[in-house]
């Protein structure tokens, strides 16, 4: 079974610049989740989505970060425009519904290290 | 605030110790709790996944408990190896807040 997908894996650019990331998650996971992992932290979850809808994103900063997930399998997450804080680890994962339980274990991707100088 | 805290943040012990991994919450009411690896410069490997209804999860060299009532979690690592280096997470899905909290981690060296 294929793994989560993240590209590209590395990205450095110049604050006020606008990036994106790709994701697409394990095949039939329903449930797609961002995360955002800042240097010595664990990771914080930035938008959810349930097949095409948004779950949760009350920690996005949507006055700058954007996401979707328009068919309901691959996401991309855009920063625009980028501020020196952004620097971090983007994490996506996925999960899928077993048994009717929709407190799945989730499964990470590589990540893509943002560097924004 | 529903928060995860591990402690101690790094531990450094001897090639073939057994050794224990802390993480506790503060809310009880939580759907499962997971366990992570992390290796530098990658993502979230898991390790093992505990539903509330369950005491522990066992895989290979690691067991993972899960003591609701006290509102913690350990992660126990048999006969250590210089491959179990790496930043250990746990994570629990907390009803209060509706969604996978992490801790900061534990950074683990093994020491051949």
């Known amino acids: 079974e294929a793994g989560v997908a993240q590209s590209p894996r590395y990205k450095i650019i110049e604050k006020r610049q606008s990036v994106a990331f790709w994701c697409n998650p394990i095949s039939g996971h329903a449930t797609l989740y961002w995360y955002q992992q800042i240097l010595g932290q664990g990771p914080k979850l930035l938008i959810q989505f349930q097949n095409n809808g948004v779950v949760d994103d009350s920690q996005l900063p949507k006055d700058r970060f954007s996401a979707e997930r328009l068919k309901g399998v691959d996401s991309t997450l855009k920063i625009q425009p980028a501020k020196l804080e952004d620097s971090a680890v983007y994490l996506c994962?996925?999960?899928?519904?077993?048994?009717?339980?929709?407190?799945?274990?989730?499964?990470f991707g590589p990540g893509t290290r943002l560097t924004v100088l | 605030k529903q928060e995860v805290t591990q402690i101690p943040a790094a531990l450094s012990v001897p090639e073939g110790e057994n050794l224990v991994l802390n993480c506790s919450f503060t809310d009880s009411a939580i759907y499962n709790l997971q366990w992570f690896r992390q290796d530098p410069g990658k993502g979230l490997t898991s390790l093992l996944l505990i539903q509330s209804s369950q005491r522990e999860q066992t895989s290979g060299r690691l067991n993972a408990s899960l003591d609701k009532s006290s509102g913690r979690s350990t992660l126990y690592i048999a006969a250590s190896q210089p491959g179990d280096s790496a930043t250990y997470l746990c994570a629990a899905y907390l009803q209060g807040a509706q969604k996978l909290v992490f801790g900061q981690g534990t950074r683990l060296t093994i020491n051949p």
């Open positions: 994962a996925s999960s899928g519904l077993r048994g009717g339980s929709s407190y799945n274990e989730q499964f």
